[in-house]
């Protein structure tokens, strides 16, 4: 095929056409091109949508759009338990979970564990008052672990291995 064939040159039309409809890519640099595309008046200091924010209300405002602030609400608040219930009471015990707004808190006693059950309506108080993202509706007071006899799939309800003794 010669230059001067129609089909050898129908190609550099096509080319010559796309290149008056969409410009010359590599006569322009990619600073020319961001500037091209650039809205007048977007560029002034301070002007709309450009006021400076800082740190924790750009994070604040990420966490809240992702849906985080729940899981951060909890987790601050498994954090700072010492904080919430006082040093000696943090002491004695340890928020294990939060499920379904339960909180559950494992105690070192039993003792200690109807003393917190007392304490149950100010805890949930303070909960609320600094964590009410978190959604805890309830506390769970839990007792050392004692050994069960009941285990397995296969465990029947009733009085346990007590009736077969004597």
Request: charged content about 25%.
């Amino acid at each position: 095929m010669s230059p001067t064939d129609p089909g050898s040159s129908e190609h550099i039309a096509v080319f010559q056409r796309f290149r008056e409809i969409f410009g010359n890519r590599a006569a322009t640099s990619s600073d020319a091109r961001k500037r091209a595309k650039r809205e007048p008046g977007a560029t002034t200091p301070f002007g709309a949508g450009r006021e400076p924010h800082g740190l924790g209300d750009v994070v604040d405002a990420l966490t809240a759009r992702l849906g985080w602030n729940s899981s951060l609400a909890r987790s601050e608040l498994i954090d700072s338990w010492a904080e919430l219930v006082g040093e000696e009471t943090a002491g004695h015990s340890t928020p294990v979970g939060i499920e379904g707004g339960l909180l559950t808190v494992s105690c070192d006693s039993t003792a200690w564990a109807t003393q917190l059950r007392l304490m149950r309506s100010q805890i949930l108080t303070r909960i609320a008052q600094r964590y009410p993202d978190a959604g805890i509706e309830t506390l769970r007071f839990d007792g050392p672990g004692v050994p069960s006899w009941k285990k397995g799939p296969r465990s029947v309800p009733g009085r346990g291995p007590r009736d077969t003794y004597g």
